[in-house]
């Protein structure tokens, strides 16, 4: 059963995301529509033409186009089960980095915050926040555990050269969680 919450937040959402020229559009296409096997799927073009077909779920919430429009980064929320990242090479026609369902590396607070591994960990969302002006990608990981209000932050950077991502720079900290 999905939340009304993410049925809500769904609905006020564009189901087509254009690139700031229209050359470029995203959006995920419900199973009866397009079949991949029973998923939904993602489907970027450039006009009427696919870039990208891939098994997606959940409803896109926000795209990032770079500015030389050779990458688009898009955040794909699956009701409450957590939000991922894809990023799409525009150009070469291929998925650079795909959605999972895992939270990479720093579950336990790593070395800067070792009292996380007694914490048992509870949900990870992994998402864009945007391109700076170098072209360089930034992402944020949160990552939620049971009992207690912080949460942990790690910021990334990437850059993306020859169709791959490569990690730039991070920070890891501790945040408040909302309520």
């Known amino acids: 059963m999905v939340a009304a919450s993410a ?3 769904a609905d006020s959402l564009p189901s087509v995301f254009y690139s700031p020229n229209h050359k470029y559009s995203a959006e995920i296409i419900a199973p009866d529509t397009y079949k991949i096997g029973n998923d939904s799927v993602l489907v970027v073009r450039s006009g009427k033409n696919a870039v990208v077909r891939a098994a997606a779920n959940g409803y896109i ?13 898009i955040n ?7 939000d991922y990242l894809w990023v799409i090479s525009l150009h070469r026609g291929r998925v650079v ?16 915050y070792p009292e996380y591994k ?11 926040t945007g391109w700076d002006k170098r072209g360089e ?3 944020r990981e949160d990552v939620l ?4 209000d912080d ?16 990690l730039v720079s991070w920070d890891l900290s501790k945040r408040r969680r909302w309520k």
Do not use: C, M
């Open 61 to 73: 919430t926000e795209v990032y186009w770079s500015s030389d429009q050779n990458y688009v980064a």
């Open 76 to 82: 794909n929320r699956n009701a409450e089960s957590g």
């Open 118 to 128: 007694k914490f048992e960990f509870h949900k990870g969302w992994i998402f864009a």
């Open 137 to 139: 990608l930034g992402v």
């Open 151 to 166: 949460y942990i932050a790690i910021d990334y950077v990437y850059s993306v050269k020859d169709g791959r991502l490569r």
């Open 7 to 9: 049925l809500a937040e």
């Open 145 to 148: 555990y049971r009992n207690i």
């Open 97 to 112: 980095r795909k959605p999972f369902d895992h939270v990479l590396k720093y579950v336990d607070g790593g070395s800067k």
